[in-house]
């Protein structure tokens, strides 16, 4: 099995959603469930950004111990200064520094050209590293990159000291077979590329984040970066619970793992979404509230007599606690007997198949039907034992 760090950014990219705003205690809270949840580095906020996040990086590097805990940087003197006060008390430092390197970004954001980019990135890697054994440098944009002069400035950039070097699709614009072959490509043509981590930060503008994620470490990259839920700028970032079961799922392909305690999964969720305010979409793979919820009388019927029928994820995997069967208009009898047994009722065929028949028209007109429904329904009926 091949080990594939967890780089969570749940607390700097995840904040980055319109309209979250976490203030230090709050992440606190999140990063140590993610310590417990085992990811390899917090990303836990951008120091420079604003005295309030410079606080919450460095509290975070003084409480958490099990994970390496980082802040961003531009790529400029100051920013990686912030970073090393911010968590120059951890145990192991860390810093994530960028620039921008595609055509669009050189030109328009940063008014710079191709050389003065290579130029910027080598003086502040190399600044960086007299400080911190760990130094990731980030290619902004790096999917709508120019292949040839990725090549250039990772290389550069390695020779400098980087330790780790992030390759992100920034705009979520990459398909996994170009992604997959991306890092295929710099992995075989940067000069060092064996001495470091190569790493893949996908956003989600085309629901594409996670299997981008997926097909970058098949093809050679060491980490992933990835928020809980999938929170983050626009559509969000690959989605950390997606990634990790995903991988754990189907290891026969795959062959690696996490490091994960992919039981922490449910609860890591449930915090973040209770503290950021941001809903959990029903349908959400692993954590939302449908993820293990059957609805239909023949999907029912299957999981009653074997879960493996229609559940590939069991829901005590990911701390899910016993999901019962949604009652509504398709459930079917097996679910509804299952249902009155586990609340205490002792119904004969003929009890039961009336009760069913006043549930099915019950069901017609709501769309689930409660316990509180199926108590009242039974003794109406009178066949409350
Ligand atoms: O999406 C991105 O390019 C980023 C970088 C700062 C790594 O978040
Ligand atoms: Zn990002």
Redesign the pocket.
């Known amino acids: 099995m091949r080990k594939i760090d967890i780089f969570d950014t749940t607390l700097r990219?995840g904040e980055q959603s319109a309209g979250i705003n976490l203030n230090t205690a709050e992440k606190i809270e999140i990063a140590k469930q993610l310590e417990r949840l085992g990811v390899t580095i917090i990303e836990a906020g951008f120091p420079a950004s604003s005295p309030g996040d410079f606080e919450a990086v460095h509290q975070i590097a003084k409480t958490v111990k099990n994970s390496i805990v980082t802040g961003?940087a531009r790529a400029v003197k100051s920013d990686i200064d912030a970073v090393w006060d911010a968590v120059r008390v951890a145990e192991q430092p860390h810093v994530h520094t960028?620039i921008a390197t595609s055509p669009i970004h050189m030109v328009y954001k940063l008014k710079k050209s191709p050389d003065q980019v290579v130029e910027q990135a080598v003086e502040a890697v190399k600044y960086a590293k007299q400080k911190f054994s760990l130094v990731e440098f980030?290619c902004?944009?790096g999917f709508r990159s120019d292949r040839e002069f990725l090549v250039r400035i990772i290389s550069e950039a390695i020779k400098a000291g980087a330790t780790t070097i992030?390759v992100?699709d920034?705009v979520g614009y990459a398909s996994p077979e170009e992604y997959g072959a991306l890092f295929r490509f710099l992995k075989e043509n940067c000069i060092g590329a064996d001495r470091v981590k190569f790493s893949a930060?996908c956003?989600d503008d085309l629901g594409m984040a996670v299997a981008n994620s997926i097909a970058a470490v098949q093809n050679g990259a060491d980490q992933v970066e990835c928020t809980i839920n999938g929170i983050g700028e626009r559509a969000g970032n690959a989605a950390l619970e997606e990634i990790g079961v995903a991988l754990h799922i189907r290891k026969d392909i795959y062959q690696m793992e996490t490091g994960l305690n992919l039981k922490e999964i449910k609860r890591s969720s449930q915090l973040v979404s209770r503290l950021t305010g941001v809903v959990i979409q029903p349908n959400k793979a692993v954590v939302g509230k449908n993820a293990f919820a059957h609805e239909s009388g023949i999907h029912q019927d299957g999981v009653l007599k074997n879960p493996e029928t229609y559940e590939i994820i069991s829901p005590a995997l990911v701390g899910e606690g016993e999901v019962p069967l949604v009652l509504g208009k398709h459930s079917g009898r097996a679910a509804f007997r299952d249902r009155a047994v586990k609340m205490g009722y002792e119904l004969s065929e003929e009890k039961i198949n009336k009760a069913f028949q006043e549930f099915k028209k019950l069901a017609d007109r709501k769309k689930e039907v409660t316990e509180e429904d199926l108590v009242t329904l039974l003794t109406e009926q009178q066949v409350l034992v």
């Open positions: 990219d961003l960028f980030s902004e944009d992030n992100p920034t930060h956003h």
